[in-house]
């Protein structure tokens, strides 16, 4: 492939592919071997309209580490405020020289119109409410690393799913890996047809919880809400939110994961967040291992070039 766009159109070999290409990643990162020379002379554009810590930081450091040149646009300090178009815009990264583009945007299909217009590569750090595909991998990642396998497990969603790119992608790569995906929200946040994708739809989390191998708790996206919040994010905390009690509620040895930043408080109690069970802080270093992976995958990895 080209770029990577979303989990939708990928083969459970292609994801997989992915997944264990990461594993030597990771081993790269604890060794703390800062570089490796797999991508000296490439070029990395993280082209972000949107903010971001965890994205836009990660793929910088998987790029770094590999040796690629690695350079940062936000679009709030580029001359997309003077109005230039996406497209120009990515035309005039492309003939700079850029080998891959990272774009992050509050249009759902914008990388794929950028993947259209650019002979470089491009990945999609989250478009809209679409998709979010590097954070799918990653929690496919992290999910894998701790339980073994990820076929057969359940796995519960619970939040914003309504405005969620992380929850859609997450249901094209667990189901496809064999998981059964539990999604659980307000009504307010539950987009009407979901369950089309393949996941089972609830409302009271006490139901959802009951019985999973992973919670998976989202953040509520004020950003994106258009008519007000219903409920009140005090409501949301109350019903929804994720304490020990509710946790409990899962089965033993139940992993907690919340792919960023954590609303505390709302989303989960600091206790939950902080526990044992949360797999939070290895999700942002898994982070790096797969956008690493990506990054050595798309740009020819694997025919004849090594990353030891
Ligand atoms: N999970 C995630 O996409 O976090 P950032 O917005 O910090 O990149």
Redesign the pocket.
């Known amino acids: 492939r080209k770029d990577l766009l979303a989990l939708e159109p990928l083969t459970r070999d292609e994801i997989n592919l992915i997944l264990d290409t990461a594993v030597p990643m990771k081993d790269i990162i604890r060794r703390d071997i800062k570089k490796v020379p797999t991508l000296r002379g490439r070029t990395v554009i993280n082209l972000f309209y949107e ?6 930081t990660s793929f910088e450091l998987a790029g770094k580490y590999m040796g690629a040149d690695t350079v940062n646009i936000a679009a709030s300090g580029s001359s997309v405020v003077k109005g230039e178009t996406l497209k120009d815009t990515a035309k005039t990264i492309q003939v700079m020289g850029a080998d891959v583009v990272i774009l992050r945007h509050g249009m759902a299909g914008a990388p794929k119109i950028l993947a259209e217009t650019v002979t470089s590569r491009v990945i999609n750090a ?1 478009d809209g409410t679409h998709e ?1 595909p590097t ?1 799918a991998l990653l929690d496919l990642f992290t999910i894998r690393e701790s339980k073994g396998s990820i076929a057969g497990l359940t796995v519960t969603i619970v939040g914003d799913i309504l405005h969620s790119r ?1 929850a859609r992608s997450n249901i094209w790569g667990l189901t496809k890996l064999g998981a059964k995906v539990r999604l659980v929200a307000p009504p307010t946040l539950m987009p009407p047809g979901i369950e089309q994708l393949g996941a089972e739809v609830f409302y009271r989390p006490e139901e959802a919880l009951a019985g999973s191998d992973v919670v998976m708790a989202l953040r509520i996206q004020k950003e994106r809400q258009q008519k007000g919040l219903f409920p009140s994010l005090r409501e949301y905390a109350k019903i929804y939110g994720i304490n020990q009690e509710r946790l409990a509620l899962a089965k033993d040895g139940c992993l907690l994961l919340h ?3 954590i609303n505390r408080g709302i989303e989960l109690s600091n206790t939950v967040a902080d526990s044992i069970q949360s797999r939070i802080n290895e999700q942002v270093t898994n982070g790096v291992a797969v956008r690493m992976a990506i990054l050595f995958l798309l740009m020819g990895g694997g025919k004849g070039e090594t990353i030891n």
Do not use: I
């Not at 903010?51 to 836009?56: F, L, V, Y």
């Open positions: 903010p971001s810590t965890r994205t836009r989250g979010h954070q992380v792919p960023g930043p």
